[in-house]
């Protein structure tokens, strides 16, 4: 449009200015009443346009890692590969955990998921075992219940709950900004299979009418937009996580100090002093679905006071505590249970006590492909 | 480029205030906000004091080059009113800027502290008596060589800005002098806001008074005309004669027809701005980092088309803000942008392409280089003439933006690309005429011209978006497929 010899009267301007209000206030109401995250964040660009990303969006520094984090779980999950249709024989296996499975610090292919799908494992009928890495940098198990609860729609054949002490522990359940913006589904998940959370935490967040506007709406919406784009640097170049050339490694040595949480002293911890139920749920929530958990791997230090403490998040008293109480519980409601708390060496680990090097992954990945086999009828193939 | 959307909104607001004044205030008015606005735009600079030293700078060159072009005659007639007003109210706004540190820290304005009055008005005192002892000097030397001298002055400010180890070299000296880390003097140091377009400004002046071009303007004309604030950071580079005309003629276009005309330039500018290249920007943009992850053909094309739309949307967003905003204070600023990648030869895309800096290079490098090559005996032929003027002037261009062996390498891509066109042209021309009655084939022609053009034109932005020679090469090759 050419306006450079156009001339305008104020009463001309005034009724742009008017009309353009107007218009406004009629597309933000019609988006707070047509438009959710729930239903736009099912329309994605990747496993489309882009291909799917191999695990879940996460990051704060978009420009570096072409990865950001947002909320709308839809969108969460239609930019992950699961999205994809599932192939006639295709074993589907999800992993679920926190940010040692999500891969801190790895390129994809060294991630548990990227190590499993290396091994080209199948079963006897011939189906070919896909990992899928859903894990989210988070230490809770509600995190993981409300991604399984999406994820579930993705036909899992066997689902592999990796999980650590921490993200056991009763106050970290619904510590995190995606369980407060997932308020509604959360809630659902509370009453649903009765959880000992509360369903009128004041960080959940529930908007009002004008915060479902386009206005209200327009973080959200910028999050979602930004994940579609970041797509094309994705399918260039295939990064999804800054990884610098140096970070801090895990701590070997510790003060005198056996807090564990708010907990300052050794006590005797009962199962009720931990997140079962969120287990139980999991396992409930996936029905036929079989769900194999995994007590991950820890660092365990050799350095000064290592014998009050495994390492910097974990004292002995609390770890040795909950290790007993998940095998108690898990024989008791006959889950699927695996220990691999010892299995991986020191130095493996990288900055903390559960984030794992490549080869640290390996180790595990070879773990669990002989225990998944029995599982699933497989065998391990093509090595 | 820093103007970022709150300052798009001062300046509008600020348009509403310049509405209701008075006219005989707005020139006034234009020439306070554009010296405030200079001194509130420049970033900090980790030099000490370095911030406001080179804005003040600023102002003093322009005062240098209006006397040079103005007053250093003969006949010229004392200095008028207005022009002493305009000195004083310079130097009183100077002072006005020091007191920002005087503030309480939660309501500064300025992103750096500035030195104390004090010494300000202690050194501006040396300044004035150095220049009077100058100019003395000045008078009695042949005024072509002194216009010439002032030239090349600003083009040695300027390489020692944009040449990477002379930039640092200066950072050093001036952290040695003032006391800070040595080791961490870097050419960042020297981020001096605008200095790109008001060297080109003065030297055109200065060009324009050495031919006799130049037309008479007064004092407050002139600081307006090179520090114009909608223009600073990103251009457009006006005409001095054009803008006065505008000056003198403020009111000539009516409020509302201004604000019809700006406002609409300002909401497309801040659209193509912040909108399409900031998002382009978020991993859309081939980067140094981006370009050496690609491990796709597909993807590595993708991020050079990202990196062109980027370029263009983030500048010509830029020119549009400035051109809206110059039209709410009655200044029509000149057209930077005119959908250059629907070009179909390169000589068009020069001619849309940041206008004012190509009529620039063409107004005081291509024409006067290649009349003076015309009139070299022996005469050399038409096309060393063509393409040493091409390649000059296109080199030029490239060095604008940086002194770095890319920028070089830009610039003669596209000194060459222009002289192959010219040749081209030049030899099909007759051939293209008769495709004047073959509509059908006359408009596949051009889609072929505009498909070379366009990735000419992309591919040349390899060596401008990354920083050095091996991994522009590097890059270019995995886009031709040879070295994924």
Known sequence: MNTSTQTYTWRFLLRVLLKTALLFVAINLLFATAATPESYGRLSLYNRLWPGRDRLPYGENPAESYNLSLNNLPAMLASHRLAQPKAADEFRVLLLGDSAVWGWLLPNEDTLAGQLNQMNLRRADGRSLTFYNLGYPILSLSKDLLLLDEALAYQPDLIVWLVTLDSLAPAQQLNHPLLWHNAPRTRELIQTFQLPLDAADGRFVTPTFWQQTLVGQRQALANWLRLQQLGAAWQATGVDQFIPAEFTPRATDFEVDESWQEIATAVPLTAADLAFPMLAAGVQMAGDVPVLIVNEPIFVSDGQNSDLRYNAWYPRWAYDQYRELLAETAAAHHWTYLDLWHLVPGEQFTDSPVHLTAVGNQLLANELADSIAPETSSFRGNE | ?484
């Open chain 2, 1 to 484: 480029m820093s103007a970022g959307l709150a300052t798009v909104a001062i300046f509008a607001a600020l348009a509403i205030v310049y509405a209701w004044l008075p006219p005989r205030w707005r020139p006034t008015f234009l020439l306070i906000v554009s010296v405030l606005a200079i001194y509130a735009l420049q970033p900090f600079s980790n030099l000490r004091f370095a911030a406001y030293s080179l804005q003040t700078l600023t102002i003093l060159l322009t005062l240098a080059t209006w006397w040079l072009t103005q007053r250093l005659v003969a006949d010229a007639p004392p200095l008028a009113r207005q022009d002493r007003l305009t000195l004083l109210l310079l130097l009183g706004l100077m002072l006005l800027v020091t007191s920002d540190r005087l503030l309480p820290v939660t309501v500064r304005l300025l992103p750096y502290r500035p030195p104390q009055a004090g010494w300000v008005l202690l050194i501006l005192a040396g300044t004035a008596v150095l220049s009077l002892l100058l100019a003395h000097r000045l008078r009695r030397l042949p005024y072509r060589h002194v216009l010439t001298g002032a030239m090349l002055s600003l083009v040695v400010i300027f390489v020692l800005l944009k040449w990477p180890p002379a930039a640092t070299a200066v950072a050093t000296l001036w952290r040695s002098l003032t006391g800070e880390q040595v080791a961490l003097a870097a050419p960042s140091d020297l981020a001096w806001l605008g200095f790109s377009y008001v060297a080109f400004r003065l030297i055109h002046t200065l060009r324009d008074r050495q031919t006799g071009l130049l037309p008479a303007c007064t004092l407050p004309e002139f600081v307006t005309y090179v520090l114009f604030f909608p223009a600073y950071t990103a251009g457009p580079i006006d005409r001095l004669e054009r803008f006065v005309g505008d000056v003198r003629a403020l009111d000539a276009v009516p409020t509302a027809t201004r604000w019809g005309q700006g406002g609409w330039r300002i909401a497309v500018g801040l659209f193509k701005k912040f909108v399409i290249a900031d998002s382009l920007a978020l991993g859309l943009s081939l980067t140094a980092v981006s370009a050496q992850q690609a491990t796709s053909i597909a993807g590595l094309w993708l991020l050079l088309y990202g990196y062109a739309f980027r370029l263009y949307f983030d500048f010509s967003g830029y020119s549009d803000i400035a051109i809206g905003l110059g039209l709410l204070f009655g200044i029509r600023l000149p057209e930077n942008f005119r959908a250059p990648y629907l070009k179909s030869n390169l000589t068009s895309f020069w001619q849309s392409w940041h206008i004012t800096l190509s009529d620039w290079a063409r107004f005081y490098i291509f024409t006067p280089l290649s009349r003076s090559l015309l009139r070299r005996k022996p005469r050399p032929s038409n096309e060393i003439i063509l393409l040493t003027a091409h390649l000059s002037t296109m080199l030029v261009i490239g060095l604008w933006h940086g002194i770095t062996a890319n920028f070089v390498i830009w610039g003669l891509w596209h000194g060459v690309g222009l002289f192959v066109h010219k040749q081209w042209a030049d030899r099909t021309r007759r051939w293209v005429r008769t495709l004047a009655d073959k509509p059908g084939q006359k408009q596949a022609w051009s889609l072929v011209g505009w498909f070379i053009t366009f990735h000419y034109v992309v591919l040349g932005w390899v060596w401008f978006a990354l920083p050095t020679v091996p991994l522009a090469w590097q890059t270019l090759a995995k886009l031709m497929g040879t070295a994924v």
